[in-house]
């Protein structure tokens, strides 16, 4: 079982709700990231923080916000979405100095 | 911006055939190279890994191959069951030494094993 827990697993929401995602990890790892997977195609890196700090945004839309309030949590806030952000986002952590990447189950985001 | 060329799309073996994914690769930078494998419905689970100074690793059923040369890695599923069955991602990685070292996936081969 991953160690990389997300929260919520399922999510409905309209385009002007804002909710957001949960992420908990508990290995120790100093680097977290967020990734969106579409059906039947590769994940796609969005966010990674390293050392609680944000290293690297892929151009994603401001509508996707996330926050590391420490080494252990992730969140993504989710404001104003379209249905076409309908997707699997996926969490991720690994530790400083190795390159292994855990993904946790992901959460389910359906915008209607 | 692919990085990493992965075929076949799907694949469909027989019980206790071999199943062969390929990948390829462009950017002589990479330095890690791990294969997921993802059910439906659930996060990708690293599956095995190899370095590229090294030219074969063998995990139970599963091995990798590697050819620095031709950038090309290959995942061989020895007597493949139908428990197999899954979506398999080939990845690479740039150093940790680089500011961008985020994980570059192959578009997925959607293996099936038939019983």
């Known amino acids: 079982d991953t160690e990389v827990t997300q929260t919520p697993k399922h999510l409905v929401m309209g385009m002007t709700n804002k909710k957001s995602l949960k992420c908990e990890q508990h290995?120790?790892?100093?680097?977290m990231y967020w990734y969106k997977q579409k059906a039947k195609k590769p994940p796609e890196l969005m966010f990674v923080?390293?050392?609680?700090?944000?290293?690297i945004n892929e151009s994603v839309p401001s509508r996707f916000s996330p926050e590391c309030p420490n080494s252990s949590l992730l969140n993504l806030h989710l404001h104003a979405l379209q249905p076409e952000d309908s997707a699997l986002y996926l969490c991720a952590s690994s530790q400083g100095g190795s390159n292994t990447i855990y993904f946790g189950e992901g959460s389910w985001l359906t915008v209607v | 911006q692919q990085q990493v060329k992965q075929s076949p799309q799907s694949l469909i073996v027989q019980k206790g055939g071999i199943s062969i994914i390929n990948c390829a690769y462009e950017n002589t930078a990479f330095d890690y190279f791990p294969w997921y494998q993802q059910f439906p419905g659930k996060g990708p689970a690293l599956l095995i890994a190899i370095r590229p100074d090294v030219s074969e690793k063998k995990e139970g059923r599963f091995t990798i191959s590697f050819n620095k040369s031709a950038k090309q890695f290959s995942l061989h599923i020895m007597d493949s069951q139908p428990g197999d069955s899954a979506t398999y991602f080939c990845?690479?990685?740039?150093?940790?030494?680089?500011?961008?070292?985020?994980?570059?996936f192959g578009a997925g081969t959607r293996l099936t094993v038939k019983p």
């Open positions: 290995m120790g790892h100093r680097a």
């Open positions: 990845a690479a990685r740039l150093p940790l030494s680089y500011n961008n070292n985020d994980m570059r």
């Open positions: 923080y390293s050392y609680e700090k944000l290293s």
